[in-house]
């Protein structure tokens, strides 16, 4: 189909989200894939997983880029060859890539009950707040996973190392503390059927300051 979404950003970002409602065949379609991208298909076991892969490729398409134009560091960032930041996501049948000129990440999620049963593991106490619903704890965790693909560093905790803040607002807040820094990055959320995303963008520069666990 179409492209599902495509949404602009401050600081020259796009958006571009794909419904996924085509099979392999058509999603190869118009696209040709590098030697690369051919080897990580044959390794992928799942359709949904290939058809993830594919839809991402079209995306790029629509963005102005060929499959060679994306790379991928030793951590598994992607990069693209022009220098313009690019963040890929995708769960079940959707896909998304962001696109701008500042670091930053993109996560799409399905609102499940399950989030509840794993927040412990993802969330500080203070950050659990009571009667959340499925799509308030599903934001959270787009938010930590749009956060870790920005920084594109490892060892970085969900549960110590990122706070997420002002949920409230139209902006919430990722709040990380990385080697004795903290690092802010403003969050645009959109949502839809059974969905939420999170954009995280770095937009500002570190301050010296370090989180405190409640757990």
Not at 13 to 41: A, F, P, S, Y
Not at 138 to 160: D, M, N, P, R
């Given at each position: 189909?179409?492209i ?5 950003v401050?600081?020259n ?6 419904h ?6 058509v999603l190869r379609?118009g696209i ?5 991208c ?5 390794q992928?076991k ?7 892969f594919l839809?991402?490729r079209q995306l790029?398409?629509?963005a102005?880029y060929?499959?060679s134009?994306?790379h991928y560091?030793d ?15 995708h769960?079940?049948?959707?896909a998304?890539?962001?696109i ?5 990440g993109?996560?799409?999620?399905k ?9 412990s593991?993802?969330l ?9 619903t ?17 920084l ?15 949920l ?7 709040v990380?503390n990385?080697?004795?820094k903290?690092i802010?990055l ?13 954009l995280?963008?770095?937009?500002a520069?570190p ?5 405190k666990?409640?757990?």
């Amino acid at each position: 189909m179409p492209i599902y979404k495509k949404i602009d950003v401050p600081y020259n970002t796009q958006i571009l989200v794909w419904h996924i409602t085509e099979n392999e065949t058509v999603l190869r379609k118009g696209i040709e894939l590098t030697n690369l991208c051919v080897n990580r298909l044959s390794q992928m076991k799942s359709n949904v997983h290939r058809c993830g892969f594919l839809s991402v490729r079209q995306l790029l398409a629509a963005a102005g880029y060929t499959p060679s134009a994306l790379h991928y560091d030793d951590f598994g960032k992607p990069h693209l060859t022009d220098g313009r930041f690019i963040s890929i996501t995708h769960s079940h049948q959707f896909a998304a890539i962001a696109i701008g000129d500042k670091p930053l990440g993109i996560d799409i999620e399905k609102e499940r009950p399950k989030v509840h049963r794993i927040a412990s593991r993802f969330l500080d106490v203070s950050e659990r707040t009571p009667n959340a619903t499925d799509r308030i704890r599903t934001t959270q965790w787009c938010i930590k996973e749009a956060a870790y693909k920005a920084l594109g560093k490892k060892g970085v905790s969900f549960l110590h190392d990122i706070r997420t803040t002002n949920l409230d607002s139209e902006y919430p807040v990722a709040v990380v503390n990385l080697n004795q820094k903290t690092i802010k990055l403003k969050n645009w959320l959109y949502f839809w059927e059974h969905f939420s995303c999170a954009l995280a963008i770095k937009t500002a520069y570190p301050w010296k300051f370090r989180l405190k666990s409640h757990s």
